[in-house]
């Protein structure tokens, strides 16, 4: 049985995954800087947050950019996971993440942010819509290369 490679020899799968690790760096750093900035910078008295808590590390606006560190790295993984497995279904489901993490990313943190916190945040809503845009353009693609590999697999 042959070994089956990463990354097929064809270039829509390399598109694909040099997009979604190019979005998942910059999405990374972005929001590495959004949660340094919330573990420095305590928030302002008008937020309705108890001074006392402010600092604390189980702040809400300390927890979602965790989460949101996770929820990238996951969508990496499942990037990756979808181009070894040359699963469709799998790349329909990491570009329909990262766009509903896009619109969950625009919609967060923007009440009583700082001009630095709102700058990563649109950051962060703009690198995500236009890698969205490619990952439809590329899950496209992938269908068909995806659907012509599986034909050859299992015949007519």
Not at 50 to 75: G, K
Not at 79 to 96: E, L, P
Not at 100 to 121: E, K, P, R, S
Request: hydrophobic share 55%.
């Amino acid at each position: 049985m042959a070994r089956r490679k990463l990354i097929p020899d064809v270039p829509w799968p390399r598109a694909t995954l040099f997009i979604v690790t190019l979005e998942t760096v910059v999405a990374l750093v972005l929001e590495s800087l959004v949660l340094r900035e919330h573990i420095t910078k305590p928030a302002s008295h008008d937020t309705g947050v108890d001074p006392a808590l402010d600092t604390a590390l189980s702040t809400p606006q300390t927890i979602y950019p965790i989460v949101y560190l996770f929820a990238i790295v996951s969508l990496f993984t499942l990037c990756v996971d979808a181009m070894y497995h040359r699963n469709q279904i799998q790349v329909v489901a990491f570009t329909f993440f990262n766009i509903l993490y896009g619109v969950i990313q625009t919609l967060a943190d923007w009440n009583g942010a700082t001009t630095q916190l709102i700058a990563f945040n649109l950051a962060i809503s703009v690198t995500m819509g236009v890698s969205s845009i490619f990952l439809i353009f590329c899950a496209f693609k992938l269908a068909r290369v995806f659907g012509w590999e599986m034909f050859r697999f299992l015949g007519a």
